[in-house]
């Protein structure tokens, strides 16, 4: 999937830079287990996936890029307005505002990333009073807009996550997170825990909205058909390395690594 | 056990030094909430523990010292805080505002406009604003730190959206000099535009909490709200049954089985000098002025 | 449009005792614009297997394959994305879509992903779905639910949205009736004169005598079975 509007696609081709640009990134804990010298460029309008089974640091690689676990090395470069920053580097309160504008972070546990006490239309005006938005009147609109892209009726605004479904709190936390137009998502195992219909509906749904908004994304999962429907390109990570990376078709149908062949032949038809 | 156990003030002189350490980083920074020591005190928590050691802190043998609890000088706990200074300080103590040089106080601000060389002291139960939408102290320090207060205005934004209208009445959040979003304690949103632009010292103490913040003089202090949604401070309409005052803030009084009711200044201070002056209300008989 | 030199594969079965098996040597093949060439041999010659690798869908052991000047076998994922969505078509014998998105999203995906207004997007998506005869009561259904002919005219349909310089075929006409066969190879032979490289298989002989300019029988390029 990739920038579709044309002014995004000019845009970017005549910088040409990456997003984000990431090298030697290291993380290690105690028992041996994070990430390890990971580097990769992520590039306007990409969806990365990343794969893994648990434990091989590829939430660990999430949280050092996001922002949310210091790494012991290396460096995210982030193009911010054409300016290249080392968001690891950055003072706290840069990369906060960095998370709250550019950036944003759909958790697998819809519960993890909603305010379950706040009605839908709070819980999506949050990042927009964030960042200023002082119009009761105008936040709820955005509110409005938003729910019924997620395919959430209206009327529901008021309603609290608790009440949804969790296909729908999923999709709440989806218009949360895209209201202010982020450039960059990162999303943990996002359709986890959801039935295989209500994935789907998800899956589409995010599909539109990267293409829409020009977004790039990086997504961690184990769900090999999710990457394949979502992402272009794929890294393999074991043991805090990542083994194999490529174009995502091009990883699943022909695996060089010995890790991505088992774990490509272990899955039933992605 | 006599008056003359006590130190000067109930508390022991470091004790009132940490405080005053405490009272001026408040000043230095308004609106952030300074962590102190907060010592056990002859009295339980809720009662205003935090005013009390506050106030101990700041008085000075020749201080007038004024407590008020919802704005009545005679309510049982500001009638035992003045007995507790008057025993253990021998201060002066008075209910006239303007005659007062600390007045302590719970829930309200009084009607009479305060002036340079005062200090009000606020008892406060909660001092974190966020506190009701975020529980861990650890992200509203960070909050408060990288001015994150998108979560305050959704507080408001979910009044509006299950009420129609910002039904915040009391402890309504403010913005301090446009850095720090802090509860004014829980006095009606109808004294929250005294806050700001005051010319008296105002202070405020969270004993269980732990907490004292402060607003020097000349204070800017904005009500947060929306654009379409603008503050609005808000009282009973009507005027005061006993001063006929028509803009004091007025407490309900049901006064029989049958649903009769009256409104009276909730600051009685106010109320008997308006009255000690002769204006009188609905409910005061012609020529009786008090 | 499409050079291929001295191109070689083989697959490595880690999990089978680290078995190599040669598939492809020594592998030559040009197709000028506007060129239709189809492949041929045996099932298991190799002819889908020269496919994807051309698309990037498998890795080359050595050699070059130059589509519209890129090459394939060292292109980063970024070149190969971008190549597949401005100059190289792609009709898989299957479709694979994401569940739920109508027939008509599908088949406009493509001119979507090049930035085409979305009118123009559907209208061209319409007017394939209605040349290939899906009833339009269908459109705004997912076509995962539809029949497997159904499915291939859909297929065939978003495969020819966009109009790309280079494009390879995979069955295109199997199990199709008269009239949609007619339909693809009007298809293919509009793209030829548009000026389409293009590189099939066809086990409909007929379809490839009448599309076809010449054809490359893949078992030349079958490795002596060294195992």
Known sequence: MTAHDPHIGAMTAAIDMPLLSVGGLTKTYGSGRGC??????????EVLGIVGESGSGKSTLLGC????????????????????????SMAEPDRRRLSRTEWTFVHQNPRDGLRMGVSAGGNVGERLMAVGARNYGAIRETATDWLERVEIAADRIDDRPRAFSGGMQQRLQIARNLVTGPRLVFMDEPTGGLDVSVQARLLDLLRGLVRDMGLSVIIVTHDLAVVRLLADRLMVMKDGRVIEEGLTDQVLDDPQAAYTQLLVSSVLQV | MTEHAYNFAYLDEATKQMIRRAILKGLAIPGYQVPFASREMPMPYGWGTGGVQVTAACLTPSDTLKVIDQGADDATNAVSIRKFFERTARVATTTATAEASVIQTRHRIPEERLSEGQILVYQVPIPEPLRFLEPRESETRRMHALEE????????????????EIATSYAYPVKVEERYVMDPSPIPKFDNPKLSGMAAIQLFGAGREQRIYALPPYTEVVSLDFEDHPFEPMKADHDCDLCGAGESYLDELITDDAGGRMFVCSDTDFCAARRAGGHRGRLVPEGDAA | MIEIENLSKHFTLHNQGGAVIPVMAGAELQVSPGECVALTGQSGAG??????MIYGNYLSAGGTIRVNGTDITRATPREIIRLRREALGYVSQFLRVVPRVPTRAVVAEPLLALGTDTATAYARAEELLAMLNIPEPLWSLSPTTFSGGEQQRVNIARGFAHQYPAMLLDEPTASLDVNNREVVLTLIQKAKAQGAAIIGIFHDEAARARVCDREVDVTRFTPAQAA
Do not use: Q
């Open chain 1, 36 to 45: 390890a010298n990971v580097s990769f460029d992520l590039w306007p309008g």
């Open chain 1, 65 to 88: 890029l996001a922002g949310h676990i210091r790494p012991d090395a290396g460096r995210v470069v982030y193009d911010l307005d054409g300016h290249a920053r080392d968001t690891v």
């Open chain 2, 149 to 164: 207060y998108g979560l305050m205005h959704v507080k408001l934004y979910e009044d509006i959206a299950r009420h129609g």
């Open chain 3, 47 to 52: 002819k889908s297997t020269l496919m994807r």
